[in-house]
């Protein structure tokens, strides 16, 4: 099967090819890195890939002799990558699910946050990887569990908007979350994980448990 980054790569060489220093006729109207994703780019410029950025974080985050500084820094360009849905969609098969749920034990209330942070910001209104939160081991549980009773209530913010993102339009999620929450959160009766002014309920009193701070 052709790469369709390759025929990308093949097309801007041939739009771009023509043109001659010399003569101003010949020189492309547009910007000649339009149409190029950051992939291509970096196969021209010789760049790493989103993914292998995505590899070189993780790899500093899980790393014991990475300063707090670098996996502070680590952690914002994580977050910063899976804003993309099409970097969001790497993290299973790059193997990056694991490590990053891990991240939410971690000792350092800042590494809990971030990694609450870019689980919230990769599930968002994205079935897929909302499914593969789900089946990553432990995930679900310990949001939830940060929600209700991290020490720290910037930590316990970040997880319930992960929760909020996790159920959303995801009733396999939804379902998941309301067994494991206590039920003055939780309300009586089911929810439907379309019903969005039944589940801003739920994740309001969930909202509201996690900012007190006494």
Known sequence: MTDPGLNRLLKWSVENSSANPSDPSTQPNHDPARGLDSATLAQILGGP???????????????PTTS????ATAI????????SLDN?????????WPPLVSLLSDADPGLRRGAASCIGTAVQNHRP?????????????????????????AVRRAAVRAVSSAVRNCPPSLEDVLGLLPQDIRGEGSVDAG????????????????????
Do not use: C, F, W, Y
């Open 88 to 96: 969001a969609n790497l993290l299973a098969p790059l193997g990056l």
């Open 129 to 153: 990887t909302q499914d593969q939160l789900r089946t990553a081991e432990g995930a679900l549980p310990q949001l939830v569990a940060m929600a209700l009773g991290d020490p720290d209530v």
């Open 76 to 83: 914002e360009n994580l977050h910063l990558l899976l804003e």
């Open 68 to 71: 707090a500084a670098d996996k």
């Open 49 to 63: 890939s989103e993914a292998d950025l995505m590899k070189a974080a993780m790899a500093s985050l899980t790393s």
């Open 195 to 214: 019903d969005m002014e039944a589940v801003d309920e739920i994740i309001g009193r969930l909202r509201e448990r996690a900012n007190k701070t006494d």
